[in-house]
């Protein structure tokens, strides 16, 4: 094992001591739910999981924060997504079932919820689909929405996969002003807002259009297509390719596009965002790179993994990611950049992997104390830290709530 990978090992085991007891970790900022996989005791489940899962951990701390993560009732309702509630918890539990006993009667009962709410926000997007009207980044998002959902039942080979797929490829036909299907009319918070007046397009993966894409060609990766999904990934990444800016030195893609700027030739306006997976360079990269491999569209791909590879070396765009975290951080962008790298056709990405891990390492000794949950803080960047020291996929998988695999 070479130095940088030896020292985020031991860095792994420092945080995982640190969040080793349920009582004994303070909330977060947002003041920590239980059954909430960005900021409460689910996502810290996951770190102690995963380690568990490699040898590196032991299974009564994993069980301890999955009991911390079922102490409260358990949400079904429409606050139920992904990151809370059942689906969340879903999530969690299947990445510990190799585990005997309760957890597979336990899972079989949230796969049982999951499926239920996964149906009732289908119908009304349908609804939705049906009146024409724009659709709220909720209905499709990963963190909110049915990318989200959609993401579960992919890994767990739900026959609700193939319904999910077919609302994405409805959602990218073009509405009738001819601005794309998922143009919405609020802001990107989800509010309407006079600095929006007419809506925007939302690149970002973890409340745009990356997201869907990643799905739809994830599916296709896994041999699950309905008609029309290989055009709806076309749709995107045809219009990714217009809003794709372009600098003297590196080419990038906005998060956030505006109706002006969505006009051919006019989006040259757009800002830039830090390179984190959320709104990112890194997290867009990702999903364009993943369609290229389901659509065996080698130019695209050298475009994905030649964006990144630029952004992995330019120094002044690393300087911007101030956090260690999956969302808006360091952590979020070794994962993505080690998943892509995986599939990349040259070494160079992969090459770039140890000065980012530095990097982190260099951050976090004065951030232990810092928020101890997943999508911001430590658990997250525990587990990205554990995938680059242990240069290997996920055992549990965990990085599909991010739609990076």
């Known amino acids: 094992m070479t130095a940088v990978r030896a020292r985020a090992l031991a860095m792994v085991a420092a945080i995982a001591d640190r969040l080793a007891d349920p009582a004994a970790v303070p ?3 947002g003041r920590r739910r239980g059954q909430s996989l960005a900021g409460g005791a ?47 918890l879903a999530f969690v539990t299947h990445t510990a079932v190799n585990r005997p006993g309760q957890l597979r009667d336990a899972l079989a009962t949230l796969d049982a919820a999951t499926v239920a709410i996964t149906r009732r926000r289908l119908t009304a997007a349908h609804a939705r689909l049906r009146a024409a009207g724009r659709p709220p980044l909720a209905e499709f998002d990963l963190i909110r929405g049915l990318a989200g959902l959609g993401s579960y ?54 409340h745009g259009i990356a997201a869907p894409l990643a799905l739809l060609a994830t599916a296709v990766l896994h041999n699950i297509e309905v008609d029309g999904q290989l055009a709806a990934i076309e749709r995107i990444c045809a219009w990714l390719d217009q809003c794709q800016q372009a600098s003297p030195s590196d ?28 709104y990112g360079l890194p997290g867009i990269a990702r999903a364009y790179q993943l369609a290229a491999l389901a659509t065996g569209d080698t130019a695209r791909r050298h475009t994905a993994e030649t964006a990144l590879l630029t952004c992995l070396r330019d120094s002044n765009q690393l300087d911007l990611l101030t956090e260690p975290g999956l969302c808006h951080g360091l952590a979020g962008l070794i994962q993505t950049a080690h998943r892509a790298a995986a599939d990349a056709t040259t070494p160079e990405l992969a090459a770039e992997l140890p000065g980012l891990v530095e990097r982190l390492l260099a951050r976090l000794p004065t951030q232990l104390a810092a928020d101890p949950e997943l999508l911001d803080g430590l658990a997250g960047a525990a587990l990205a830290l554990h995938t680059a020291a242990t240069n290997t996929s996920p055992a549990t998988g965990w990085d599909a709530a991010l739609l990076l695999t």
């Open 27 to 29: 909330p977060g900022p």
């Open 42 to 88: 689910a996502g810290i489940a996951l770190l102690h999981i995963e380690r568990a899962r490699t040898g590196h951990g032991d299974w009564s701390t994993a069980q301890a924060w999955l009991r911390e993560a079922t102490a409260e009732p358990i949400s079904a309702g429409p606050n139920a997504t992904l990151y809370f509630g059942a689906p969340a």
């Open 153 to 206: 039942h992919l890994r767990r080979g739900h026959p609700i996969t193939v319904d999910i797929l077919a609302y994405l490829t409805q959602l990218t036909e073009p509405q009738p002003d001819g601005l794309p299907g998922w143009w919405t009319d609020v802001d990107p918070s989800g509010a309407p807002s006079t600095d929006y007046p007419t809506g925007h397009g939302n690149a970002g993966m973890s």
């Open 251 to 278: 080419a990038w893609w906005p998060g956030i596009v505006t109706e002006p700027q969505a006009r051919p030739g006019e989006t040259q306006t757009a800002s830039r965002r830090p390179p984190s997976w959320c």
